[in-house]
């Protein structure tokens, strides 16, 4: 099983959709969890972190089931900007700032 | 503030060249990270520096890579002899020692190798 495994997509959506991500890890001994955006020929930067109970920034809402170590992100009413890579990110346990990143799923929104 | 500044942003080099990509970090970052990312494998982390120091190098491919962190505000990633299968995009990033999880990444050094 992958560390950190994503469908690549791509999710091509209409403007104002709703659209959900997936992410599965495998080590079980990972504390700290985050999604990452990553625009074309761009670097990844932090969209947020995610948290047992769940949290919400906007638009975005992010969830962790540890039990069946699963991380999903989704976006309401998702705009032309949304267009993008969203990469999982999971420690890799043990310390700080050792990260696995997913390959990421696409996301195109269209107007 | 400016954020992590690499160079070059982009190599092109022949197979058989030593190359030498360079990270400032973020001031008063303590973390600096290199990561590689290619289509097939992914953002990968190369090794990682806490306070100047190398704290995993396990990512590093191959005894053709080395890393140095001489000072905190400079580091870089040399690859010696580079081969076609080097061809990737380079990033560094920094982060605060107290939340190293929380990355700052620099554009990145886009290197090809003939």
């Known amino acids: 099983r992958k560390e950190v495994e994503q469908d690549p997509g791509p999710f091509n959506v209409p403007e104002g959709a709703t659209v959900a991500f997936n992410c599965t890890y495998s080590?079980?001994?990972?504390?700290?969890f985050f999604w990452y955006r990553q625009d074309c020929r761009k670097e990844p930067k932090l969209l947020m972190s995610?948290?047992?109970s769940g949290n919400e920034d906007g638009r975005f809402t992010a969830q962790l089931n540890r039990a069946s170590q699963y991380i999903s992100l989704l976006i309401r009413d998702s705009k032309l900007s949304d267009s993008a890579t969203y990469l999982c990110?999971?420690?890799?346990?043990?310390?700080?700032?050792?990260?696995?990143f997913g390959k990421g799923t696409k996301l195109s929104v269209k107007p | 503030d400016a954020g992590v500044i690499q160079s070059p942003r982009h190599e092109v080099t022949e197979m058989g060249q030593e190359v030498t990509l360079r990270c400032k970090p973020i001031?008063?970052?303590?973390?600096l990270f290199w990561y590689r990312q290619t289509m097939m494998r992914g953002l990968e982390l190369l090794i990682y520096?806490?306070?100047?120091?190398?704290?995993?190098d396990s990512g590093m491919p191959e005894d053709r890579f080395s890393a140095k962190m001489p000072n905190a505000s400079f580091s870089t990633l040399k690859i010696q002899p580079s081969e076609p299968r080097d061809s990737a995009v380079y990033f560094c990033?920094?982060?605060?020692?107290?939340?190293?999880?929380?990355?700052?990444f620099g554009p990145g050094t886009r290197l090809t190798v003939l």
């Open positions: 001031s008063g970052h303590n973390s």
């Open positions: 990110v999971v420690n890799r346990g043990g310390s700080q700032g050792n990260l696995i």
């Open positions: 995610v948290y047992s």
């Open positions: 520096f806490n306070n100047n120091v190398p704290i995993d």
């Open positions: 990033a920094s982060s605060p020692l107290i939340s190293a999880d929380t990355q700052y």
């Open positions: 080590n079980s001994a990972s504390q700290s």
